[in-house]
């Protein structure tokens, strides 16, 4: 069986975020939403934070009042977090350390020749 | 810093009552500056965070448009006579509730989430017929204000209309609520279209025919109400006087808490 595990799960996926952000959802409890931001035109969407909103409209309008009045942004994205899979934890060994000894992975591994500019 | 800051009265109230231009000023600046008070009490008791903050910035919106309005009053107050100290301060802080020319809807208690979200609806709805009119105006300083305002009033509208559509057609709880505060606010709301006289002096410079803002407001009702699932009431009697000065008890507790500090520790700055 293929386990789901979701934003937030970290350390509490027995009894926790992952519940709470699937349908046993409490009633009187928005759902909670992730933001992302851009910054200027030509540049991504960046992780902001998250908050808590009805629905889509809400979460854009509250992004715009908690994470743009300081002129962070011009565009806003919002995911609702139960949407957002994540890596598991506990497989980080695997998943992330063989890469650590691979340094030729890097550009800057490799000698150029002195003609090669603007690498 | 002055040692203490001038008084409202005598020779400042002497000149603003000859002139619909600064009384006019004050009447835009004073709902500005009382919608945003009320907005600010929410600080800190938001019924969400989000919320909190929404409010709060729109408190700040308001009573940023109230300091331009008060500044540039305060300019040509002492253009009409140098020797005057008058500042914004000494229009938001010294003067009396019967100086004040607010409309009696901003200055009513909050309430629930209802009456306050219902408030701000009816007058950013207000507003943002209000400022699309004053752009167009032949004083360029008010021009200039109101174009910059209107950016921060098309925003409140989304807001607050989005909260009476969501709580008119949310739960029976909420729509009951809406309903009680809709009878409640109701009998202010038509002192907005009716025309204080310094309005229909200073309406040429303004280019503000309440009639026609009437007009599109009750239209903009319908639209929202519609989608509300609110009627919209029938009553046409209603409260007026807050434009002439005549107020509820409400703005007297307003002001004692507003203007206290300057009161007590005159000229007072951090």
Known sequence: MIRKFYYGDYGESKHGAADISTSNQNKHEWPLWEVFIRSKQGLDHKHAGSLHAADAAMAIENARDVYTRRQEGVSIWVVESKHIHASNPDEAGAFYDPASDKVYRHPTFYDLPDELQYM | MSQTMIQYEGRIAQIVQEDPMLQFLLYAGDNALITGHRCSEWCGHGPILEQDIAISNIALDYIGAARNFYQLASTRIQQKDASLEVTEDTL?????????????????????????????????????????????????????????????????????????????????????????????????????????????????????QLANLHESWKQELQEVFAEAGLEVPTQQAFQTGGKTGKHTEYLGYILAEMQFLQRAYPGASW
């Not at chain 2, 938001?92 to 208690?109: G, H, I, Q, S, T």
């Not at chain 2, 701000?120 to 200039?144: G, H, N």
């Not at chain 2, 009033?153 to 949310?170: A, C, N, Q, T």
């Open chain 2, 92 to 208: 938001a802080y010294l003067r009396d509730a019967w100086d004040f020319k607010n409309l009696l809807l901003a200055e009513l208690p909050n309430g629930d989430w209802a009456q306050t979200t219902l408030r701000v609806y009816f007058i950013s709805s207000f507003q943002w017929l209000f400022y699309q009119e004053l752009i167009k105006s032949t004083d360029t300083d008010l021009a200039a204000i109101a174009e910059k305002t209107l950016k921060e009033v098309k925003y409140h509208l989304r807001w607050s209309r989005e909260w009476v559509i969501r709580l008119g057609d949310g739960t029976e709880e909420s729509a009951n609520r809406l309903r009680q505060a809709l009878t409640f606010l109701w009998p202010f709301t038509g002192e907005a279209f009716k025309e204080a006289s310094y309005e229909t002096a200073a309406s040429s410079t303004t280019n503000i």
